[in-house]
């Protein structure tokens, strides 16, 4: 079983930049893909970034594409999420998320591990 913890939520102004953090323990970290989903009020969670066991390769939603950058540090068990040019339809709970494979982390299917979200909130 892993464990994660999400940090780094917060309350900003459309065009400012947040970056989160998921602390990771448990199993060894560096064997799983790793994501984030957001979800918003009144909608379903939704697949924001992803990125494989090594960090070579990344997955981004569209909406997201050029704003906001995944990255991970085996060495310390934590993966990050850089989000630039925030917008206020960005506000959401983000959630970090790990899988067995990168289809599973990406998809809609179930077998993902979850953290408890941490909120960011973009005003106008």
């Known amino acids: 079983q892993v464990q994660l913890v999400e940090s780094g939520g917060g309350l900003v102004q459309a065009g400012d930049s947040l970056r989160l953090s998921c602390a990771v323990s448990?199993?060894?970290?560096?064997?799983?893909?790793m994501g984030w989903f957001r979800q918003a009020p009144g909608k379903e969670r939704e697949f924001v970034a992803g990125?494989?066991?090594?960090?070579?390769?990344?997955y981004y939603a569209d909406s997201v594409k050029g704003r906001f950058s995944i990255s991970r540090d085996n060495a310390k068990n934590t993966v990050y999420l850089q989000m630039n040019s925030l917008k206020p339809e960005d506000t959401a709970v983000y959630y970090c998320?790990?899988?067995?494979?990168?289809?599973?982390?990406?998809?809609?299917?179930?077998?993902?591990?979850w953290g408890q979200g941490t909120q960011v909130t973009v005003s106008s």
């Open positions: 998320a790990a899988a067995s494979t990168v289809e599973v982390l990406t998809s809609n299917a179930g077998g993902k591990s």
């Open positions: 990125i494989n066991w090594s960090g070579s390769n990344t």
């Open positions: 448990g199993r060894t970290f560096s064997w799983y893909p």
